[in-house]
């Protein structure tokens, strides 16, 4: 298929159709393994979300078989993107991750729980006996209302607080609601984040530039700033990187930027608050099939082909980085703090 990276509605539309009436339609595992919707260890599944299954992600495998590779549709998606409208259908965990009791009676907040890695932190965190409140966009309410249901089909407090993170006064406000409604805090997760790609410096607005650092960058701040007071000693900080930060490419300036900021804030501050007893990790993901990509963070060209430039040849999905986040929220991992822990498919640092 011909590149085309201009936006244009009509396709758009045809193209978002397609993706959801064929999801609708599949009653099958969009995956090529055998799905097992058995319920192990006090899960119980969620038979809504047939379509997601993955096999166990514990089910020993060839990795490069696990999940569907490219080429993948062209699908453009209006920002910030559904992961409802993704073809095929990320697997955050839904019917695969199984819970062993790692963090029973945990408090987590996570931004961009909603969809992607977020979304599979949030499920894998409820399994493991936590209560999770995760943060989204208001156009984000119908991928979020899931994540809710899978939470409480875990018997946790789900808590759903929408909002835009580029607001300084709102991310206070999340912290407080989020500490008012789960009873505390003791793990925090800066996972939201914009992604535009532009093929020059000189297409980058002001605006665009300003919204990108306020997202990833600004926010991480201000929920950070005003989470740490409330943490015990144990508690935990998790902030989403990328492999961008250690190579990144040219279309994407402003983002790389922020995600190689990233790395620097989580060494740093691991420092201040060790004496506090807080750990504090990055994660850094390689390319991972998530709605950033589709709704504007790779050309559609890009989108067909994604992840095959790894060594595995595919994209990750987001269920197979739910175990880092929840190792990193455990006391599994106490001695493990200022550093990043990687999930590229054999490529890219760290
Ligand atoms: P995603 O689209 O599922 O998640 C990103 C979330 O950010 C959205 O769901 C949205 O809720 C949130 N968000 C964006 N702007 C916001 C705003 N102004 N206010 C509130 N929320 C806002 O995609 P994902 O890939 O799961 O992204 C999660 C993290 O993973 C991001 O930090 C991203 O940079 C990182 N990452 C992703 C990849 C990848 O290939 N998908 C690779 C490396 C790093
Ligand atoms: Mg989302």
Redesign the pocket.
């Known amino acids: 298929m011909k590149p085309d990276n201009t936006f244009d509605p009509t396709r758009r539309q045809v193209v978002g159709g397609l993706a959801t009436g064929m999801a609708a339609a599949m009653a099958a595992p969009a995956f090529a393994q055998s799905s097992s919707s058995s319920s192990p260890s006090g899960n119980s599944g969620n038979p809504s979300n047939s379509y997601d299954a993955g096999g166990p992600i514990w089910q020993m495998q060839d990795p490069r078989d696990k999940y569907p590779e490219p080429p993948f549709p062209r699908q453009p998606l209006e920002w ?2 559904l ?1 409802s409208e993704m073809t095929p259908r990320p697997d955050h965990g839904e019917e695969s991750y199984r819970g062993s009791g790692r963090l029973v009676g945990r408090k987590a907040l996570i ?10 932190a949030a499920i894998a965190y409820a399994r493991e006996g936590a209560d999770v409140a995760i ?3 208001p156009a ?1 309410e119908s ?1 979020a209302q899931e994540v809710i249901q899978l939470i409480e089909a875990e018997g946790r407090n789900a808590v759903a607080i929408p ?4 607001d300084a006064s709102f991310c206070s406000e999340l912290v407080e609601q989020a500490v008012q409604q789960l009873g505390g805090l003791d793990i925090l997760v800066n ?5 535009q790609w532009k093929p020059s410096i000189m297409e980058i607005s002001h605006e665009d530039f300003d ?1 990108t650092m ?3 960058l600004y ?1 991480m701040y201000w929920i950070t700033q005003a989470a740490i007071p409330h943490m015990e000693p144990g508690s935990v900080i998790i902030n ?5 930060a250690y190579d990144p490419p040219k279309i994407l300036l402003d ?1 790389s930027m922020t ?1 190689a900021a990233i790395v620097a804030f989580t060494k740093a501050l691991a420092k201040q608050v060790a004496e506090q007893g807080i750990r504090v990790n990055g ?11 589709p ?1 504007g ?1 790779q050309p559609q060209d890009a989108v067909e082909t ?1 992840g095959e430039s790894t060594p595995l040849g595919r ?2 999905q ?1 269920v197979e980085l739910a175990g880092t986040y929840v190792l990193l929220a455990s006391p599994e991992s106490s001695y493990t703090t200022g550093n990043i822990h990687g999930a590229g498919g054999g490529a890219g640092d760290p």
């Open positions: 910030p993107g992961a931004t961009g729980g909603d969809s992607g890695i977020g979304r599979a943060n989204y966009l984000e991928d909002g835009d993170l580029r996972n939201a984040a914009r992604q919204d306020k997202t990833n926010a989403t990187t990328s492999v961008v983002y995600k994660v850094a993901p390689g390319p991972f099939w998530t709605p950033l990509q709704s963070g994604f994209p990750g987001p």
